[in-house]
């Protein structure tokens, strides 16, 4: 396949992109003006994403990396699903799984903005059965076993836990811990519910540490979602909608596909990697009353790259700012580092060199790894279950937006793509 470099870009209603070269068959590509890469090395990003098509790790994949607003690498790869063949294109749809949160977190602190409800407020405030939540703390019985024992929460779950995944909500489909046994024992995901029911369900399972104590990867903003319901009088993607999406002209992200022929550009997954380990079943054309506002959303190329480069610019784009300054350096900073009294465990996602601020991992520090993690020191970044990725980094005034459908690859590819872009760039 050509490859597609040096895309212009048109940040008009859809984000047009049109082709103007394409790569070389000495391997090279002219780089737009201001742009810090060696070209020869940025050609083995996609010599190694070829390579993991032609080795049936993944169907395919699209690749953006965009720097100083213009695009300077844009290249699709294999197919969007191995059955029907067809290829990876720009309007190809992608489920985003977590990649959602940063959305959601976005469209949350915008409300903050307006005053619709305070990071410091409870829980309970707006999901009135989370006053009588209780955490779940295992004991051991007199022949051994472990017990879970009920106690009242020191405090009460905040938005601000909500957001920075410190409430106690956590997932049931990984761990072996008895409050996440309750959590699968519960199924939680049985039938037809919406946010309000959801909320509900969860209220009703123990709290798996007391609130503000750990980074605890949950349903937490889930359940920020209903909050943002609550708040709004209008249900998540009604208020996602008319906050963000419609205004930076995200048209293709949503929860659900209806349409039939949108449906056809879904990407697949491996017929033989289709789990996405997540404890639910369904896909993006199998409507349901639930909006998932922690991983149910789906998106393409050409909205995630305009809700990037807003974050790029600091929670503006085309003229309308998004995020006051205020609110985007709050979210963009770590929140659960030394003096935060916010531990980490075994589960800590963020990975290594990175805090957590208001909905992205923020990257704090070269990490412990030898050598350190590719990246800048203040980049903000999310993935999800389906492969997904995108970085943000300010120090490099550059963004990358990685999309693929694969949940068992994912891990070995996200890092891999990563390294060979920053071994591309020349500072």
């Keep these: 396949m050509k490859q597609r470099i040096l895309w212009s870009v048109a940040y008009g209603a859809l984000f047009a992109l049109a082709a103007v070269s394409s790569g070389r068959t000495d391997g090279t590509f002219d780089m737009p003006p201001g742009a810090h890469f060696n070209p020869a090395k940025l050609n083995r990003v996609g010599d190694y994403l070829r390579d993991q098509v032609a080795n049936g790790k993944i ?112 997932y049931g489909f ?118 998932s506002g922690g991983g149910g959303m789906v998106s393409s190329l050409a909205d995630l790259a305009r809700f990037s480069q807003m974050l790029l610019n600091g929670g503006e784009l085309d003229g309308k700012r998004y995020l006051s300054p205020k609110t985007f350096e709050n979210m963009t900073s770590d929140h659960i580092g030394p003096g935060s009294g916010v531990g980490r465990d075994y589960f800590y996602f963020p990975g290594d060199g990175f805090g957590f601020g208001l909905g992205f991992g923020v990257r704090t520090d070269p990490g412990n790894a030898k050598p350190p993690p590719a990246g800048s020191l203040g980049e903000i970044k999310w993935d999800g279950a389906s492969g997904c990725l995108f970085v943000v980094d300010h120090k490099q005034d550059m963004f990358f937006v990685l999309l693929e459908q694969t949940p068992s690859e994912r891990q070995k590819i996200q890092p891999a793509v990563k390294r060979l872009i920053y071994e591309a760039m020349e500072n």
Excluded: C
């Design 59 to 170: 169907p395919g994949a699209i690749l953006l990396i965009q720097q100083h607003g213009k695009p300077v690498y844009h290249e699709f790869f294999g197919v969007r699903d191995v059955a029907t063949k067809q290829p990876m294109t720009d309007d190809t749809i992608f489920r985003l799984f977590s990649m959602t949160k940063p959305i959601t977190s976005v469209v949350a602190m915008m409300l903050v903005d307006e005053g619709k409800f305070s990071l410091d407020d409870p829980v309970s405030k707006y999901i009135p059965a989370f006053a009588s939540v209780k955490v779940g703390v295992e004991t051991l019985a007199e022949d051994g076993r472990k017990m879970l024992e009920l106690v009242p929460p020191d405090r009460p779950p905040t938005i601000l836990d909500l957001m920075r995944q410190t409430s106690g909500i956590t």
């Design 174 to 291: 990984y761990g072996d811990s008895l409050v996440r046994k309750a959590y699968t024992a519960a199924n939680i995901y049985a039938g037809d519910f919406d946010n309000a029911e959801f909320a509900e369900r969860i209220a009703r399972l123990p709290l798996a540490e007391q609130p503000g104590t750990l980074w605890d990867y949950g349903h937490s903003t889930d359940i920020l979602g209903r909050v943002m319901e609550v708040a709004s009088g209008k249900s998540l993607l009604a208020i996602e909608k008319q906050e963000l999406l419609d205004p930076l002209h995200m048209g293709e992200t949503t929860f659900y596909v209806t349409d039939p022929e949108k449906q056809k550009l879904i990407a697949k997954p491996m017929p033989g990697d289709s789990d996405f380990r997540v404890g639910f079943t369904g896909y993006a054309d199998v409507p349901m009353k639930w909006e």
